[in-house]
């Protein structure tokens, strides 16, 4: 069966770095893209980034210059790296792995938690 799995979020200080892990099963990773959303409390969920099958990323405003996603389809894994994190970064991050309107899968979601 389709499974996401992330990893790798936690409690850091402003200013500080995570990277992210979303490992991916079930489905041919290769044809798909993949992206991180987030969602803090009391809000909607948002898009973070995205990185298409070539390679192609977007990302919202508010992480440019910050945030790095990549791929790497031989270990079928998605990765956030995420840089100068900031308290408003609070989310829980959850992966996503989308083709046309028919495949769309999330997963469970990790806490990333930005505090001095």
């Known amino acids: 069966q389709v499974q996401l799995v992330e990893s790798g979020g936690g409690l850091v200080q402003p200013g500080g770095s995570l990277r992210l892990s979303c490992a991916a099963s079930?489905?041919?990773?290769?044809?798909?893209?993949m992206g991180w959303y987030r969602q803090a409390p009391g809000k909607q969920r948002e898009l973070v980034a995205t990185v298409t099958t070539a390679d192609t990323t977007t990302y919202a405003d508010s992480v440019k210059g910050r945030f790095t996603i990549s791929r790497e389809n031989a270990k079928t894994t998605v990765y956030l790296q995420m840089n100068s994190l900031k308290p408003e970064d609070t989310a829980v991050y959850y992966c996503?792995?989308?083709?046309?309107?028919?495949?769309?899968?999330w997963g469970q979601g990790t806490q990333v938690t930005v505090s001095s």
């Open positions: 079930g489905f041919f990773f290769n044809i798909y893209t």
């Open positions: 996503r792995a989308f083709r046309g309107s028919a495949y769309d899968y």
